[in-house]
Every structure is written in structure tokens, then in C-alpha cells.
């Protein structure tokens, strides 16, 4: 599925270095209508937000090679606006959660991940509607 044909659709990407998690990810997001967007390493994932359109990205705390925490920051970097809901099967260092605009436990995924999802999508377009009005003014 090609996320540009439905614009109406909020583009989630899901960064996580677990395939069988990438899956789940995908599973519950589609089945919910939301279009999707993976990616299985850093590299990856990075590239995607500096090219795709997003809504927001879900990012696993413990990748191969980097944290959240490391990746989250340059997230934040290429796109400041964008949503990041971190996840983690474990604690997270308090520093990494300050850089992420929410945090949901693994084990707690399939019950809060997608009201976590609608509550800040949903309030992110006033967002940017203020900002785009803010760039015409001048």
C-alpha cells in the first residue's frame, strides 16, 4: 500500500529491528486504517523521515547498534513537529522520554498504543494548520 494515494490516512512508521514486532506493528495498525511504513533498522527509518510523509513514528527503545534515546534525538532533528511514541520492553532512561512525545510498555501495546495513537494525532493538524497559517502571514 502506497500511503501517498490516501491522504486522508494517517501514515504511521514503525522502527523496530524484531520482524515478528515490525508484523504485529502492521497488523494492528492496517486493521485499524491507518497506512504503515517499516522500517527494520536506523538507517532505514531515518531515511524514511527525511522522505515519506508520516504522522508519527514508532520507535523501539532497543535497536541493534543504537537506543531510542540516540534515534529519537535525530528524529527530532529532521522533523521537530513529528510524533514519536516510544516502546519499550523495559525501563527507559528518563532523558529519553523527555525527547519523545509519548511512551507505551510493550506488554501494554495492544491495549494503549492506539488511543495513544488517536489522542495525538488528533491533535497534532491544529498544530500544523497554526504553523502553515503562521508561514502565510508572512
Excluded at 98 to 115: G, H, I, M, N, W
Aim: net charge negative; proline share 6%; aromatic share 4%.
Amino acid at each position: 500500500m502506497i500511503p501517498t494515494l490516501f491522504p486522508s490516512k494517517k501514515t504511521i512508521l514503525c522502527m523496530d529491528d524484531d520482524p515478528a514486532i515490525l508484523c504485529y506493528e502492521t497488523a494492528l495498525l492496517e486493521r485499524s486504517g491507518y497506512a504503515v511504513l517499516t522500517a527494520a533498522s536506523r538507517l532505514q527509518g531515518l531515511r524514511l523521515v527525511a522522505t515519506c510523509h508520516c504522522d508519527a513514528v514508532l520507535l523501539d527503545y532497543e535497536m541493534e547498534g543504537m537506543n531510542g534515546h540516540d534515534i529519537a534525538f535525530q528524529i527530532k532533528l529532521l522533523r521537530p513537529e513529528l510524533i514519536v511514541i516510544l516502546l519499550s520492553g523495559r525501563e527507559v532512561p528518563t532523558q529519553a522520554l523527555a525527547l519523545v512525545d509519548a511512551f507505551v510498555p510493550k506488554l501494554e501495546t495492544s491495549r494503549q498504543l492506539l488511543p495513544m495513537i488517536a489522542a495525538l494525532c488528533s491533535r497534532r493538524p491544529d498544530a500544523n494548520r497554526k504553523q502553515e497559517s503562521q508561514r502565510e502571514d508572512r
